[in-house]
């Protein structure tokens, strides 16, 4: 069955780094884009970033843009989101899904708390 | 940016009655409108897309409704397993926005 396994989400001090990780399963990789989306304690759902089946082309939000990069590798089955200069509004829990338009969560969320 | 308006923010329903759910855009999304329940500590769980398609595994007692700027969620007779938050999305114009949210909750 498909599955994904979002990993990384930790306490990180404003201005940080952290790197998120989603491990998939049970489908092809390769044939779907991929998506971040994160929901801040209480809170609705806000698309942060997808990127395409190669890789090739990218979406950021605004609130994250030139601070966030989102990447695949095909080979390893994984999507990866490089966090950094990390803010106290990018605390949320963060999900991978499959997709980009009409979005297919399957794990269970990572929390990123961003904290001093 | 489209601007997604759910209503109302807390419906309460008893078991087995029907529910109907509101979400309203800003600007036309044509069919371009997905709905999701998420429950309590859970990822959020795609239930429609393209206003109206149920998505694998769904049960057909959730149908989805409307287009351009007008889209209505109904669940015909509710089951305990149904109490959950209902967000939609819109997928037509980037960012992708979704609703604040409509709470289901047992009356």
């Known amino acids: 069955q498909v599955q994904l396994v979002e990993s990384g989400g930790d306490l990180v001090k404003p201005g940080g780094s952290l790197r998120l990780s989603c491990a998939a399963s049970?489908?092809?990789?390769?044939?779907?884009?991929m998506s971040w989306i994160r929901q801040a304690p209480g809170k609705g759902l806000e698309c942060v970033s997808d990127i395409s089946k190669s890789g090739d082309t990218t979406y950021y939000a605004d609130s994250v843009g030139g601070r966030f990069t989102i990447s695949r590798d095909n080979d390893k089955k994984s999507l990866y989101l490089q966090m950094n200069s990390l803010r106290a509004e990018d605390t949320a829990v963060y999900y991978c899904a499959r997709g980009h338009t009409i979005l297919d969560f399957r794990g269970q969320g990572t929390l990123v708390t961003v904290s001093s | 940016e489209i601007v997604m308006t759910q209503s109302p923010a807390t419906l309460s329903v008893s078991p087995g009655e029907r529910a109907i759910l509101s979400c309203r855009a800003s600007?036309?999304?044509?069919?371009?409108l997905a709905w999701y329940q998420q429950k309590p500590g859970q990822a959020p769980r795609l239930l429609i897309y393209?206003?109206?398609t149920r998505a694998t595994g769904i049960p057909a007692r959730f149908s989805g409704s409307g287009s351009g700027t007008e889209f209505t969620l109904t669940i015909s007779s509710l089951q305990s397993e149904d109490f959950a938050v209902y967000y939609c999305?819109?997928?037509?114009?980037?960012?992708?926005?979704f609703g604040q949210g409509t709470k289901v909750e047992i009356k």
């Open positions: 049970g489908f092809t990789f390769s044939d779907f884009y």
């Open positions: 600007q036309s999304v044509s069919s371009n």
């Open positions: 393209g206003a109206s």
């Open positions: 999305q819109q997928y037509n114009n980037r960012p992708w926005t």
